[in-house]
């Protein structure tokens, strides 16, 4: 039995794969904590205990999933954004902020539901919990 196991030949290594096409860069990256308008990540920070023992944490950023009205492409955009960013779009505009963290807002759109299907009052053809005066 083991003359007969030693004959065999030994298996072979997986071929080596072709070179893969290489990925299309998203917009939403899953795994970064990181504000995609701000670029606001994790600080390194210490939490110091009632005898001044020091423990290394980080501290996050508020980070929120919105659904944010683009009047240029008449649709919602889903970014992840911090809380500050939430105040500073309703001040700049959406369009405004993007441009300045380098976004370009035609690749990242993806309307969810018809443009039919909204019912709007706006002048935009946003709906109308989404209409937000900028100033």
């Keep these: 039995a083991r003359a007969a196991l030693a004959s065999r030949p030994l298996p072979r290594a997986a071929p080596a794969q072709a070179a893969a096409a290489p990925r299309t860069a998203r917009l939403v990256t899953q795994s970064k904590r990181q504000c995609q308008l701000t670029g606001k990540k994790a600080n390194n920070g210490y939490s110091i205990s009632f005898s001044h023992q020091r423990n290394k944490k980080l501290q996050q950023p508020n980070l929120q999933w919105k659904k944010i009205w ?9 970014l992840k954004i911090s809380t500050e960013a939430i105040k500073t779009l309703r001040k700049k505009g959406l369009a405004a902020m993007a441009k300045q963290a380098g976004i370009d807002l035609n690749k990242a759109r993806r309307c969810r539901a018809p443009r039919s299907t909204w019912e709007s009052t706006a002048e935009d053809g946003a709906p109308k919990e989404m209409t937000v005066a900028v100033e």
């Design 70 to 78: 683009y009047p240029e492409g008449k649709c919602f955009i889903r």
